[in-house]
């Protein structure tokens, strides 16, 4: 796991953050296999996003005929356990989790009921706690959180192998 980049690390508490060198690149393709589950805070909600999400990556495999790298299944399951704990602590409600992916990329969005952004602290192996978004952006290609309308949307993009 490598370290962000401090500088950037203080724009997700305004509005969205992502790698300014990261290596997403052009307009994403207009046809993905697309999953979605809405979790409602119930005990196995974590579990369940993430088999939602084993599920997907199968499916990508066999329909999408994508390769994935040596960590990419088992960073997906921790950036969904992190983006989906933080949905189920920090949200008054309901949360949605969104699976979007081609051979290419995927992306994990969560929605939630909160429009307080996420907060992103610099790395500090002594802070008991506050880790999950700094694990998500040490795992992912690209992390935006912005405000919606019912709420906030969080999404990491994963780039595949190729």
């Not at 690149?25 to 809405?38: W, Y």
């Not at 081609?102 to 506050?130: F, K, N």
Request: proline share 7%; with cysteine; charged share 25%.
């Amino acid at each position: 796991m490598t370290s962000p980049a401090a500088p950037w690390l203080e724009h997700m508490n305004e509005q969205a953050i992502s790698r300014p060198d990261g290596p997403v690149q052009g307009p994403p393709s207009t046809e993905v296999l697309l999953a979605a589950e809405v979790f409602d805070g119930e005990p196995g909600c974590i579990a369940q996003a993430r088999a939602l999400a084993d599920r997907f990556l199968a499916r990508l495999v066999a329909e999408w005929l994508a390769e994935l790298g040596e960590n990419t299944r088992s960073d997906l399951m921790l950036a969904v356990s992190e983006l989906v704990t933080n949905a189920d602590r920090y949200s008054h409600g309901p949360y949605l989790l969104e699976l979007e992916g081609d051979a290419r990329r995927i992306s994990v969005t969560v929605y939630d009921s909160s429009t307080a952004l996420p907060v992103l602290y610099s790395p500090d192996p002594a802070r008991l706690g506050g880790h999950g978004m700094e694990i998500v952006v040490a795992l992912c290609d690209r992390l935006t959180a912005e405000r919606v309308p019912v709420g906030k949307r969080i999404r990491a993009e994963f780039m595949l192998s190729t």
